[in-house]
Nanobody
């Protein structure tokens, strides 16, 4: 499955952005889809994931209560709604997918989309 991430940009602290991850080549059926992020000099870290049944989404503690992951299978797209953004959320965000749950070491990755949160 090919993944295309979009929706990044520049936002002030406290603002919101919605990232999208669209699949092509095949549908997201039976895939767990998630978001990871990375800043220069740091390892890529997990942000959120949702399984194909759209139940039991799970989040990193650092974003819990502020970010919401959802999926629209009719559009073959997964979203990451990011609210109450903080400067420390600044990173390149990547979507990823695989058939396992939880989403460990996913094999399919999209290109990153840059999120910059100004203070």
């Amino acid at each position: 499955v090919q993944l295309q991430a979009s929706g990044g940009g520049l936002v002030q602290a406290g603002g919101s952005l919605r990232l999208s991850c669209a699949a092509s080549g095949r549908t997201f059926d039976y895939y767990t889809v998630g978001w990871f992020r990375q800043t220069p000099g740091k390892e890529r870290e997990f942000v959120a994931a949702i399984r194909w049944s759209a139940v039991n989404p799970y989040y990193a503690d650092s974003v819990k209560g502020r970010f919401t992951i959802s999926r629209d299978d009719a559009k073959n797209t997964v979203y990451l709604q990011m609210d109450s953004l903080r400067p420390e959320d600044t990173a390149v965000y990547y979507c990823a997918a695989d058939t396992n749950y939880p989403l460990n070491n996913p094999r399919n990755w999209g290109q990153g989309t840059l999120v910059t949160v100004s203070s």
